[in-house]
C-alpha cells in the first residue's frame, strides 16, 4: 500500500488536533457501538480498555482559543489551565461522546477534577486511578493489580465486554507496536532533527489520542515513511535541546513554533507522555493482567508524579540529555503546575553538576507571551552555538 503524501498526512493529523468535539470518537462509536473512555494526562492503561472493546481516548484540556467561561466558575484563576478547560468542553458539549473518563494519580488538581466530574456528570463513569508509589510487586505490585481489576469491573458495568487473557494479550501486542512507531519517530528526530520539526510530530502525538490503536499504529508508520522519502528537508544550524516539564498541561502548538523559530532543534521531550511512557516493549508471557503491572513497576518514565525509589532526581533527564546529544535543556512548565515547579530546583541541580546549559520559563494558555519567550529562547540558542565549545 502506497503512502500518502506528508502535506496530506499532516492536514489529517491537524484537523484531529483541532476537533474539540471528537469527530472521529463519534464516527467510531457510530460504527462500533463500543463505549469510549477518555483519560487524562501522562499514564493509563490503554491496553486493558483496548481489550474490554472500550476506545480510550486522550483529553489534554483546551487549546489556547478555547475562551473559559464556565469553567472558570468551578476552579480558581490561579488553577493551571488543564482542569478549567477539561470543565469548559464537558459543559459545551464537545466531550459528550465519551461515557466516562479516567482520573490518573496526578496531582491535588486532577483528584479534585475527578470529583467535579462525577458532581457534574452524574450518570457517566468517573474513576480515579490511584497509581502506587511503591514499585515492590508484593506491596505497590498487589495494589495496582487490584486497582485495574476494580477499573475493569467497571467498565463491564457500563456494557463493556468482560476482560479475558487472551484480548488483554492481543491488545498488548498491538500497543507494543504503537510504542515500537514511536520510539522509531523519536530515533529519526534525535538523528536528523531538521527531517522532523516537533511541531509536526505532535501534532501526530496528539491525534494519536482519538484514534483506535491499529489507525495509530498505521497514521505514525505513514507519517515516518513519507518523512523518509521527502527530499526536501535540509540540515539546520540550530541548537539541540531536550524541553522538559511539559509532561501534563500540553503546550500551545503556537509556543512549539515560537521555539523552533527562536533557533532550537528540540531532539527529546516530555510531550504527550502516554504514548511512550512504558518505555519498551511489554512481554506478554502466560499472565498478561500481570505484565501490564510490572511494566509500569520497573520500566516507565521518569515523571515528576512518580516517586524516585532509587538514585537521585535528575539523573534519568542527564541520561536523556546525553543519549540524545543535546546542547542544552529547556524547562518549559504549566504555569501553576505543582509537579514540575517543586521538581524542578533538584532537576537543575543534577543537570548544573553535569556541566549540562538550562534556561527556564513558564506557559500559560494566552499567546502574548510567545514574544517574550521566543527572545529568551533565541538567546540562549545563539548563547550554545558561540559559546559552548569555548
Same mark, same amino acid.
Given at each position: ?249 500540553? #503546550? ?73 546529544? $543535546? ?11 505543582? #509537579? ?16 549540562? $546549559?538550562?534556561? $527556564? ?15 529568551? $529562547? ?13
Amino acid at each position: 500500500m502506497s503512502t500518502p503524501p506528508l502535506a496530506e498526512l499532516v492536514a489529517r493529523a491537524e484537523a484531529l488536533y483541532l476537533d474539540y468535539r471528537l469527530g472521529a470518537v463519534r464516527e467510531w462509536k457510530r460504527k462500533t457501538g463500543g463505549l469510549a473512555i477518555g483519560y487524562m494526562p501522562i499514564y493509563v492503561p490503554r491496553e486493558l480498555l483496548h481489550a474490554q472493546g472500550v476506545l480510550p481516548v486522550g483529553v489534554m484540556g483546551g487549546r489556547e482559543d478555547l475562551e473559559i467561561i464556565k469553567g472558570d466558575a468551578y476552579y480558581q484563576s490561579y488553577i493551571c489551565h488543564i482542569p478549567r478547560s477539561t470543565i469548559e468542553l464537558g459543559l459545551n458539549g464537545s466531550l459528550d461522546p465519551l461515557d466516562g473518563m479516567l482520573f490518573p494519580a496526578i496531582c491535588d488538581v486532577i483528584r479534585n477534577l475527578s470529583g467535579m466530574w462525577q458532581s457534574l456528570f452524574p450518570d457517566k463513569l468517573a474513576h480515579y486511578l490511584d497509581l502506587p508509589q511503591d514499585f515492590d510487586p508484593e506491596l505497590g505490585g498487589r495494589f495496582y493489580r487490584h486497582d485495574l481489576e476494580r477499573l475493569s469491573a467497571s467498565l463491564v458495568e457500563r456494557g463493556a465486554r468482560p476482560l479475558t487473557s487472551e484480548a488483554l494479550a492481543r491488545s498488548i501486542e498491538l500497543y507494543n507496536a504503537e510504542r515500537r512507531e514511536v520510539r522509531a519517530l523519536y530515533e529519526l528526530r534525535r538523528t536528523q532533527p531538521w527531517k522532523l520539526p516537533t511541531h509536526e510530530l505532535y501534532l501526530f502525538l496528539r491525534a494519536a489520542l482519538v484514534l483506535p490503536v491499529e489507525e495509530s499504529t498505521e497514521l505514525f508508520r505513514q507519517y515516518r515513511q513519507a518523512v523518509l522519502d521527502d527530499p526536501g528537508r535540509k540540515p539546520l544550524d540550530q541548537a539541540r535541546v531536550v524541553l522538559t516539564g511539559s509532561f501534563c498541561e500540553q #503546550p500551545p502548538l503556537g509556543l512549539i513554533k515560537t521555539l523552533e523559530r527562536a533557533g532550537c532543534s528540540i531532539v527529546d521531550d516530555d510531550f504527550v507522555q502516554v504514548l511512550r511512557f512504558i518505555r519498551s516493549d511489554i512481554p506478554v508471557g502466560d499472565d498478561p493482567l500481570g505484565a501490564l503491572v510490572h511494566a509500569f513497576l520497573t520500566d516507565a518514565m521518569a515523571s515528576p508524579t512518580r516517586y524516585v525509589d532509587r538514585g537521585r532526581k535528575g539523573a534519568e533527564l542527564v541520561q536523556r540529555v546525553r543519549a540524545c546529544g $543535546a546542547e542544552g535543556l529547556l524547562f518549559c512548565a504549566p504555569s501553576f503546575c505543582d #509537579p514540575a515547579l517543586l521538581d524542578q530546583p533538584m532537576l537543575v541541580k543534577a543537570v548544573e553538576a553535569e556541566g549540562i $546549559a538550562w534556561t $527556564a520559563f513558564k506557559y500559560a494558555e494566552n499567546s502574548g507571551q510567545f514574544q517574550v519567550i521566543r527572545e529568551q $529562547a533565541g538567546t540562549f540558542a545563539d548563547s550554545i552555538k558561540l559559546w559552548s565549545n569555548a
